[in-house]
């Protein structure tokens, strides 16, 4: 097919055979409505999982630092007893925070894949499909909550070999996989907001690490908000990482929290998130 | 020539009665027309992209947007692809309107744009499926239509294969079975043959002109390669600053220019006397019998203003991004 010479006329040149096209000649029936949210959403997980089958390798180098955390960090800090805990092992406490923390790390970095793919063209090919923004974006929402879910796996794994006495009950499991999607639905609609404004992805990188370690300092992921100065418990009051923590802990450990709080916050925030961005998005593809 | 000499204004008329079909081109929700562009504008700032561009593709033929860089073509196709906002009853696809029914208007649409953009960290297959099921594609017929699209594009034996293993027009072919695989009647291609090496340029066009024949779809390219245009295209029109100059059928186009200088050629040959004008309108008919290429159309067309304000003249959208990049 391809060696033969060019023929402009439509009716010259070889047959092809009809065969080969036939169902490249019917468009597919549009889905309706509410319907076209799931699909996307679906579609844009598989490609993530898709990706993370063909390389690993991310997945790995990121357990790298939170095993630091709960290895080096949890360990001391258990044995100092510095931090009051309410009765558990510092380790224990800590690891809910480690698990929210490598979630949002990954989640905060989003915008920059969505800058990379909007310079390489494929955001741009997405924008030209029959997916409304809002579906676009809460695909990509949950495609990273998808990764980060992933990447939780890992750390709660390390954390049950460091013998952290983590719940195995399916249901609160169930709900440990919520409170991580909808996290990282928040962070990495923050990332991708944050991508449309500044637009460019090294000072996305910048303001990334410029507020990663605040976010997370400034939550309870490290010590209880009770011991923390009155002004960073204000921030921490408005964090949603710290609502996150909180979740995972009621939920892993079985330590007093307030779940139908941190459910809220972080349905809200991953809401707001996803309408923030969506109307940014326009600007990326400008 | 200067750009005021040139009758370009005029040429688009006079372009409409040589070819009865191109008399059609002024009337607007006519059925048999895929796209339609009147009078639209678009600006980054202060810098004009597109100014007061009519278009008219019809439905079944492959229609080249020729120009250099610069001359508004990509902004063209992003205004028509409804990624950029336009107003409404401005521009209209198969009769509806980009700006009032978007979802509508995309799916009818296949675009590439001009980047290769197929998603490296996957497979041709994985790529080819994203978009099968962006579009809606049912579960039952995914995998069949998939296998078909890639099939179209001679890469099913590599679809398995990671799309950074591919070459340049490998990922150009799996971005058309991209498109393809949602039945688009409306193929739009930017620069698809761009950083492409010969090869597989003409590949990239076989498999574009193999699709038309077998679909029936209506293609809409743009092109800097005023070969591919010649040889490619049923129809063609040529862009400069926003606009277009010239529209015709490549042959219509040549035929025009050597007609126009015969008639020079003629008429300097009246009004000369002397030995030393007889000597100019030699070379003037020369000149008029030489079939001229759709460069000297260009050329004419634009005057001497391509050279001069080439410099000037960048790709708008590129140096916008450019300076964005660089704060």
Not at chain 1, 46 to 71: C, G, S
Not at chain 1, 154 to 181: D, F, S
Not at chain 1, 208 to 228: H, R
Not at chain 1, 254 to 280: E, K, Q, R
Request: contains cysteine; neutral net charge.
């Amino acid at each position: 097919m391809s060696g033969a010479p060019a023929g402009r006329r439509p009716d010259s040149a070889e047959t092809v055979d009809p065969a080969r096209f036939e169902l490249l000649l019917v468009p597919p029936r549009p889905r309706t409505g509410l319907r076209v949210l799931p699909s996307r959403v679906i579609a844009m997980c598989v490609v993530e999982l898709q990706k993370l089958r063909h390389d690993r390798t991310e997945l790995y180098t990121r357990a790298v630092q939170p095993a630091l955390w709960l290895l080096i960090f949890g360990e001391t800090f258990t044995h100092l007893r510095a931090i009051p805990t309410g009765g558990i092992p510092y380790i224990d406490f800590l690891a809910p925070g480690i698990i929210a923390q490598s979630a949002m790390f990954i989640s905060i970095f989003y915008g920059i894949m969505i800058i990379w793919e909007r310079d390489a063209g494929i955001l741009t090919k997405l924008l030209v499909t029959p997916t409304p923004r809002a579906a676009l974006i809460s695909g990509k929402a949950f495609a990273s909550g998808v990764k980060a879910l992933i990447q939780a796996l890992v750390v709660i794994l390390i954390a049950a070999a460091l013998g952290v006495g983590l719940t195995w009950n399916p249901l609160k499991l169930l709900g440990v996989v919520v409170v991580v999607i909808l996290g990282s639905a928040f962070f990495s609609c923050l990332s991708i907001t944050i991508a449309g404004i500044v637009l460019t992805r090294d000072r996305l990188m910048g303001i990334g690490q410029a507020i990663t370690m605040p976010l997370f300092f400034a939550s309870n992921a490290l010590y209880p908000v009770a011991i923390m100065p009155g002004w960073l418990q204000v921030v921490s009051r408005i964090n949603p990482l710290s609502y996150q923590v909180d979740a995972l802990r009621g939920l892993l450990l079985g330590t007093s929290s307030h779940l139908l709080l941190d459910f809220g916050v972080l349905i809200f925030a991953a809401a707001l998130g996803i309408t923030a961005a969506s109307s940014l998005l326009g600007r990326l593809a400008r | 020539m200067t750009d005021g000499a040139v009758p370009a204004g005029d040429d688009g008329d006079a372009t409409g009665t040589g070819d009865a079909g191109s008399t059609s081109d002024s009337s607007s929700g006519d059925s048999a027309e895929a796209v339609s562009c009147r009078a639209l504008d678009y600006s980054f700032g202060d810098t004009k992209a597109v100014d007061g561009l009519d278009l008219s593709v019809r439905t079944g033929e492959i229609f080249g947007l020729l120009g250099p860089n610069g001359a508004g073509k990509t902004t063209a196709i992003r205004c028509i692809t409804t990624l950029l906002p336009v107003p409404p009853d401005i521009v209209k696809v198969f009769g509806h309107d980009a700006a009032k029914e978007k979802m509508a208007v995309r799916r009818l649409l296949g675009y590439v744009p001009q980047q290769l953009s197929a998603d490296a960290a996957m497979t041709g297959r994985e790529n080819v499926t994203l978009f099968a099921r962006v579009f809606d594609v049912p579960r039952r017929e995914r995998a069949a239509r998939v296998a078909q699209a890639l099939d179209v594009v001679d890469l099913s034996d590599a679809a398995d294969r990671m799309a950074q293993t591919y070459s340049g027009g490998m990922i150009r072919r799996l971005e058309l079975a991209q498109a393809l695989v949602s039945a688009p009647r409306l193929l739009m291609l930017d620069e698809p043959t761009i950083g492409l090496d010969p090869i597989a340029r003409s590949s990239v066009w076989e498999h574009i002109n193999a699709v038309r024949r077998a679909t029936g779809m209506t293609v809409l390219v743009t092109t800097h390669y005023m070969d591919e245009a010649e040889q490619y295209c049923d129809r063609v029109g040529l862009m400069h600053r926003g606009r277009i100059h010239a529209l015709g059928t490549p042959g219509e186009l040549r035929e025009e220019l050597r007609e126009r200088r015969r008639a020079e050629a003629d008429e300097a040959r009246k009004s000369g006397t002397t030995g030393e004008s007889a000597e100019t309108a030699e070379s003037g008919e020369a000149r008029s019998d030489t079939v001229p290429t759709l460069e000297d159309v260009f050329r004419d067309v634009v005057g001497q203003g391509l050279e001069e304000e080439g410099g000037t003249y960048r790709d708008v959208r590129s140096t916008r991004r450019t300076a964005s990049r660089l704060g």
